[in-house]
């Protein structure tokens, strides 16, 4: 009898922003027993505690210091609200504030700062080191896990993308301006894939899958589908 591998340990997963890539890894993770990490949380961190603190964002030394004084930890959901994991900076729960308009809107400056990305590396690394392990963000299979043991890329049209953010919003309770929204994510396309650190690239190994058409169950089963193509095809 032919024996069935296990999954993948490590899956990166990329993708722009509003794809779908944070939500279906998040569900898929929960589907197989996988410890989800979204590591643009860690981004969005920073540039809320930069936020908080008024530093100015286009000073890099003082941001680096920001990322190397505080201790950043993500858990599963200490607060069992249904939350996809719980953000700690410093031991405080910071998890409702990562996704304020205020941090939308400033994320992208702050994740483009190389020194930055650099500084906070290790702590997404160490992360997957603990193995079943699904890591989404934007440069997971070319930068922070290159050698990842399965990599996908999440994609979808700005519309789509920018009506998915608007439902989010509404459903927070938060108003919302589909325009200003496409037009916010449309900005931050241009400066994740031309930032010198780190751009938003498809790894070459990387399985495309296109959620523009497809329903949040859909594109959920799409990727467990291509989980389990990939024992399939180690155990052939």
Known sequence: MRKTLPLPSVIAVDGPAGSGKSTVSFAVAQKIGYLFVDTGAFYRAITLLALERQLDLSDSARLVALCQQTRLDMTPDLADDGRQYTFLADGRDITGALHSPEVDDKVSVVAAVGAVRAAILDAQRALATRGR???????????????????????????????????????????????????????????????????LLRAPDAVYLDTSHLTLDEAIEATHQIIQEWRSNKSA
């Open 133 to 199: 392990v699904i890591m989404a963000g934007r440069d997971i299979g070319t930068v922070v896990l290159p050698n990842a043991d399965l990599k996908i890329y999440v994609d979808a049209s700005l519309e789509q993308r920018a009506r998915r953010r608007t439902q989010q919003r509404l459903s927070n309770g938060e108003g919302v301006d589909l325009a200003e929204i496409m037009d916010n994510l449309r900005q931050r396309d241009t400066i994740d894939s031309q930032r010198k650190a780190a751009p």
